[in-house]
């Protein structure tokens, strides 16, 4: 069904389709339009069950309870909000609950500021989530049921990460699958081992050193193997809408001698930039990381190695390098002539443009860089 | 293992101290309770000595999940029941002072807020025992903790206790009841009536840490019995905002004779005991004038319990419930 209206109102449409049986919510810039929406599916019965916590960190924690009892459960939270998640988000990983959430991107305090960057989710990439970053609506919209597929397969939750107000804002036509559709694809939620009376199991036990590293391997395990099973969700929704989707997305890559990488929406922007390079003969493609957690170092190296390559991080790492050209960097590793470069920037709500991603491409001509985005501020934004 | 011990739903064989209290709520609990409920329960020491993997203390289904999140855990499971079309499996929480009083206390607020059909139950030991006896916002005045000791300068806790009863009261909840392990009957009455509540309902334990308040093991029912007979706690109820005394301290033991049975105590000189003593009987006129106010019929007496007793083998002697006194004295002139 074509869908022409705001960002996190077809997500919540989405969201919607795959009949989740508790939602709870607390209302955060970028995603409360999200959380309204979600609200109406609710009060017209959709949706069963509609907790208004009183925190994100009760809105994790509810849905906790909620997954471990036996439901479908989905949320939405970005920036403060997924920040105030911290905490739980591992006890939902360790607990193996396959609960989904539509991170919408946002910049962290202080300064305060609700405009979009990456350094909320990115620096949850630990807590043992899935993370899928989208580039448009149309990618956030597919991902979802394939997000609640892969969960309830290999029992661990995932994140589906759009850029806030540039995507959960954004008005744009957007093909929405419709509940035939979706049921086709998404098979009844049973939680293998959940809190019911006739049959008493405990969750979330305490585990001594002799047995709680075997808990942690078995986290590592399963978020690599969640791979084919992302591999696997994305040909199938591809079979029923014709839309298909992998680990990564490669634009113009095979005969491309400069790449740039990235996650999320920057990179439409990169691929209307190398439309425009290749129209004047340069070799040059994208590649979009849309699968961050688990990492796809077999990918990225079959794709990247012998190229130069540019990372965009819209997150920083304090006193280290940017997260994303690490862990680019480690996956090609090794490889002959390969040479990686780092831009990061684009904080807080400050755009990447077209002449930006140019810039980059000009740079890995030379050599590798580790540099910032767009590092000058506006004149007007230092005076009075 | 005994026929006796096999029928408790909190099974034999966890790691709680001899002579700990809050264990024993734990099986008072479970057994009035039944089978048909869903604990969740917060970080703390009952949930360290209960679920080490790969054993468990529970026979009933169990989810722990942070310190303080378990009120939200809860409003989740109720959910999911509620959408599942299950209206008989009752959901319980299982928390001490420190996730209640102090850590979790915003989800516990959203949680009564929201009226979820939760019983809620606080066993109350009035310090941090799982991390090593610190002060809580439960810990009572006077009392020293390793972070309230008694140096040159401040010689234990500096205030009072958080009114914890009358914080959930003021959240429109239903039924809230304050109870002692010492008093079986009593408790068991209570926790039927907060079960039966379709919405949030709340019950706080007096399960004195035997090693946390410095006192042995095999006093641990006689601490918490002389404490209510000190009015250093209360057995009472606050139903639909209407307060009962269950049991009336009319004619109390002195506040010393317990203090001076705990070690945390011990340091106490004559103005702190009178202060004590004082609040004490403050306290005591209040809950006198709030009950006299809800003009009800007199409390009902708690007759000595004849029924069957929960088998606590680091407390020999069975608790044995006093008499109530038959009708609260008349309110003090203002």
Same mark, same amino acid.
């Given at each position: 069904?074509?869908?022409?209206k705001e960002?996190?109102? %077809?997500?919540?449409?989405?969201?919607?389709?795959?009949?989740?049986?508790?939602?709870?919510?607390?209302?955060i810039?970028?995603?409360?339009?999200?959380t309204?929406?979600l609200?109406k599916?609710?009060?017209?019965?959709?949706i069963?069950e509609?907790?208004?916590?009183?925190a994100?960190?009760?809105?994790?924690?509810?849905?906790i /309870?909620?997954?471990a009892a036996?439901?479908r459960?989905?949320?939405?939270t970005?920036?403060?909000?997924l920040?105030?998640?911290?905490?739980?988000?591992?006890s939902?990983?360790?607990?193996?609950?396959?609960?989904?959430?539509?991170?919408g $991107?946002?910049a962290?305090s202080?300064?305060?500021?609700?405009w979009?960057d990456?350094?909320?989710s990115?620096?949850?990439r630990?807590?043992?989530w899935?993370?899928?970053?989208?580039?448009?609506?149309?990618e956030a919209?597919?991902?979802?049921?394939?997000?609640?597929y892969v969960?309830?397969?290999i029992?661990?939750p995932v994140?589906?990460?759009?850029?806030?107000?540039?995507?959960?804002?954004?008005?744009e036509?957007?093909?929405?699958?419709?509940e035939?559709?979706?049921?086709k694809f998404?098979?009844?939620?049973?939680?293998?081992?959940?809190l019911d009376?006739?049959n008493?199991?405990?969750l979330?036990?305490y585990? $001594?050193?002799?047995?709680?590293?075997?808990?942690r391997?078995?986290?590592?395990?399963?978020?690599?193997?969640a791979? #084919?099973?992302?591999i696997?969700?994305?040909?199938?929704?591809?079979?029923?809408?014709?839309?298909e989707?992998g680990l990564?997305?490669?634009?113009?890559?095979?005969?491309?001698?400069?790449i740039?990488v990235?996650? /999320?929406?920057?990179?439409? $922007?990169?691929?209307?930039?190398v439309d425009?390079?290749?129209?004047?003969?340069e070799?040059?493609g994208?590649?979009?990381l849309?699968?961050?957690?688990?990492f796809?170092? #077999?990918?990225?190296?079959?794709?990247?190695?012998?190229k130069?390559?540019?990372?965009?991080?819209?997150?920083?790492?304090?006193?280290?390098?940017a997260p994303v050209y690490?862990e680019?960097s480690?996956?090609l590793?090794?490889?002959k002539?390969?040479?990686?470069?780092?831009?990061?920037?684009?904080? /807080? /709500?400050?755009?990447?443009?077209?002449?930006h991603?140019? #810039?980059?491409f000009?740079?890995l001509?030379?050599?590798? %860089?580790?540099e910032?985005?767009?590092?000058?501020?506006p004149?007007?934004a230092?005076s009075? | 293992?005994?026929?006796?011990?096999?029928m408790?739903?909190?099974a034999p064989?966890?790691s709680?101290c001899?002579?700990?209290?809050p264990?024993?709520a734990?099986?008072q609990?479970?057994?009035?309770l039944?089978?048909? +409920?869903?604990?969740v329960q917060?970080?703390?020491?009952m949930?360290?000595?209960?679920?080490?993997y790969?054993?468990?203390?529970?026979?009933?289904?169990y +989810?722990? &999940?942070?310190?303080?999140?378990?009120?939200a855990v809860?409003?989740?499971?109720?959910? =999911?029941l509620?959408a599942?079309?299950?209206?008989?499996?009752k959901?319980?929480v299982?928390a001490?002072?420190?996730a209640?009083?102090d +850590?979790g206390?915003?989800?516990l607020?959203?949680?009564?807020?929201r009226?979820?059909?939760?019983?809620?139950v606080?066993?109350?030991?009035?310090?941090?025992? !799982?991390?090593?006896v610190?002060?809580? @916002?439960a810990?009572?005045?006077?009392?020293a903790?390793?972070?309230?000791?008694?140096?040159?300068?401040?010689?234990g806790?500096?205030?009072?206790?958080?009114?914890i009863?009358?914080?959930i009261?003021?959240?429109?909840?239903?039924y809230?009841?304050?109870?002692?392990?010492?008093?079986?009957a009593?408790?068991?009455m209570?926790?039927?009536?907060?079960k =039966?509540?379709?919405?949030? &309902?709340f019950?706080?334990?007096?399960?004195p840490?035997?090693?946390?308040?410095?006192?042995?093991?095999?006093?641990?029912?006689?601490?918490?019995k002389? @404490?209510?007979? &000190?009015?250093?706690?209360? *057995?009472?109820?606050?139903e639909?905002?209407?307060?009962?005394? !269950?049991? !009336?301290?009319?004619?109390?033991k002195?506040v010393k004779?317990v203090?001076?049975?705990?070690?945390?105590?011990?340091? *106490?000189?004559?103005?702190q005991?009178e202060? +004590?003593?004082?609040?004490?009987?403050?306290?005591?006129?209040?809950?006198?004038?709030?009950?006299?106010?809800?003009?009800?019929?007199?409390?009902?007496?708690i =007759?000595?319990?004849t029924s069957q007793?929960?088998?606590v083998?680091a407390?020999p002697? &069975?608790?044995q419930?006093?008499?109530? =006194?038959?009708?609260?004295?008349?309110?003090k002139?203002?």
């Amino acid at each position: 069904m074509l869908r022409t209206k705001e960002g996190a109102r %077809v997500i919540g449409e989405m969201a919607a389709n795959c009949k989740p049986q508790v939602v709870a919510c607390y209302p955060i810039t970028p995603t409360t339009h999200l959380t309204e929406e979600l609200n109406k599916y609710y009060t017209d019965g959709k949706i069963p069950e509609y907790i208004t916590v009183e925190a994100e960190f009760s809105a994790i924690s509810a849905l906790i /309870g909620a997954s471990a009892a036996g439901s479908r459960t989905f949320t939405t939270t970005g920036g403060q909000g997924l920040l105030y998640m911290h905490e739980p988000l591992f006890s939902a990983a360790g607990m193996r609950l396959p609960i989904v959430m539509l991170v919408g $991107n946002r910049a962290v305090s202080s300064p305060l500021n609700i405009w979009n960057d990456e350094q909320d989710s990115i620096s949850q990439r630990d807590t043992g989530w899935i993370q899928i970053y989208c580039k448009n609506n149309q990618e956030a919209v597919d991902t979802i049921p394939q997000a609640f597929y892969v969960a309830e397969k290999i029992l661990l939750p995932v994140m589906v990460c759009v850029d806030g107000h540039y995507l959960t804002h954004a008005v744009e036509q957007v093909d929405v699958a419709d509940e035939s559709v979706v049921a086709k694809f998404l098979p009844e939620y049973k939680y293998p081992l959940k809190l019911d009376p006739q049959n008493p199991v405990s969750l979330g036990v305490y585990a $001594n050193p002799t047995h709680y590293q075997i808990f942690r391997q078995d986290l590592v395990s399963d978020m690599e193997a969640a791979k #084919e099973l992302l591999i696997e969700a994305g040909k199938k929704w591809g079979e029923l809408t014709g839309r298909e989707y992998g680990l990564i997305r490669e634009y113009k890559t095979k005969d491309a001698k400069r790449i740039i990488v990235g996650l /999320g929406s920057v990179m439409d $922007n990169v691929i209307t930039v190398v439309d425009e390079l290749r129209a004047q003969g340069e070799k040059v493609g994208a590649l979009h990381l849309r699968v961050y957690r688990p990492f796809p170092h #077999e990918e990225l190296r079959k794709a990247l190695a012998g190229k130069q390559i540019g990372v965009i991080d819209r997150d920083i790492s304090i006193g280290g390098s940017a997260p994303v050209y690490v862990e680019v960097s480690e996956a090609l590793s090794g490889t002959k002539g390969t040479k990686v470069s780092s831009f990061y920037g684009g904080l /807080g /709500g400050r755009g990447i443009k077209r002449n930006h991603i140019k #810039e980059m491409f000009e740079k890995l001509k030379k050599g590798p %860089v580790k540099e910032w985005i767009a590092k000058e501020a506006p004149k007007a934004a230092m005076s009075g | 293992m005994s026929k006796q011990s096999e029928m408790h739903l909190y099974a034999p064989g966890h790691s709680g101290c001899p002579g700990c209290g809050p264990s024993n709520a734990l099986i008072q609990v479970c057994d009035t309770l039944g089978k048909d +409920i869903i604990i969740v329960q917060a970080t703390g020491c009952m949930e360290i000595t209960s679920s080490q993997y790969p054993q468990t203390a529970w026979r009933v289904p169990y +989810i722990h &999940s942070l310190f303080q999140n378990a009120p939200a855990v809860a409003s989740g499971v109720a959910a =999911a029941l509620k959408a599942q079309g299950n209206d008989h499996t009752k959901v319980v929480v299982i928390a001490g002072d420190g996730a209640t009083y102090d +850590i979790g206390f915003g989800a516990l607020s959203g949680m009564l807020e929201r009226g979820d059909n939760i019983l809620y139950v606080c066993y109350d030991n009035q310090l941090y025992a !799982n991390t090593g006896v610190q002060k809580s @916002s439960a810990t009572p005045y006077g009392a020293a903790t390793t972070t309230t000791t008694v140096g040159k300068v401040h010689k234990g806790k500096e205030t009072e206790r958080k009114p914890i009863v009358e914080i959930i009261a003021a959240h429109g909840v239903q039924y809230v009841a304050s109870a002692s392990i010492a008093y079986y009957a009593d408790l068991q009455m209570k926790l039927k009536k907060a079960k =039966a509540v379709k919405g949030p &309902s709340f019950v706080v334990i007096d399960a004195p840490c035997c090693l946390g308040a410095g006192f042995d093991g095999a006093i641990t029912m006689k601490v918490s019995k002389l @404490s209510v007979q &000190s009015r250093l706690w209360y *057995l009472y109820e606050i139903e639909n905002g209407q307060y009962k005394m !269950n049991f !009336n301290p009319a004619n109390p033991k002195p506040v010393k004779e317990v203090l001076e049975m705990q070690k945390r105590f011990k340091h *106490l000189d004559e103005a702190q005991l009178e202060h +004590i003593q004082q609040y004490a009987n403050l306290t005591y006129e209040e809950l006198v004038r709030k009950c006299a106010l809800a003009q009800k019929p007199p409390a009902p007496q708690i =007759a000595p319990s004849t029924s069957q007793q929960p088998s606590v083998p680091a407390q020999p002697a &069975s608790p044995q419930a006093p008499a109530a =006194a038959p009708t609260a004295p008349a309110p003090k002139p203002q």
